[in-house]
């Protein structure tokens, strides 16, 4: 069973950038698709990117597309979110998820949870 943890949330604004971490102990964040989720207040969680743990190949969110970046470092055991060009509706709290199985942009499919990190951006 893995824990994940995430931190490097914060308060920025319009433009900047920030990174967040997921850093995981209990087993090898590669043997996981791993993923981030977001949620903003009175909205559904919504996929944001995600890693498979087969090639470490990526999927992102249209609306994030060529603005995050996700990174993996298997020393480190943790997966990174690199968000540039921040806008005011990525403002929520970031939630990493892993699974075992494959990845998916559905959240009620993944297993382990961190207990999110708050990004707002202001205008």
């Known amino acids: 069973q893995v824990q994940l943890v995430e931190s490097g949330g914060g308060l920025v604004q319009t433009g900047d950038s920030l990174r967040l971490s997921c850093a995981a102990s209990?087993?090898?964040?590669?043997?996981?698709?791993v993923v981030w989720f977001r949620q903003a207040p009175g909205k559904e969680r919504e996929f944001v990117a995600g890693?498979?743990?087969?090639?470490?190949?990526?999927l992102y969110a249209d609306s994030v597309k060529g603005r995050f970046t996700l990174s993996r470092d298997n020393a480190e055991n943790t997966v990174y979110l690199l968000m540039n060009s921040l806008k005011p509706e990525d403002t929520a709290v970031y939630y990493c998820?892993?699974?075992?199985?494959?990845?998916?942009?559905?959240?009620?499919?993944?297993?382990?949870w961190g207990r999110g990190t708050q990004v707002t951006v202001s205008s």
């Open positions: 209990g087993r090898t964040v590669g043997s996981y698709a």
């Open positions: 998820a892993a699974t075992l199985r494959s990845l998916t942009t559905r959240h009620w499919t993944y297993d382990y």
């Open positions: 890693m498979r743990q087969s090639d470490a190949s990526t």
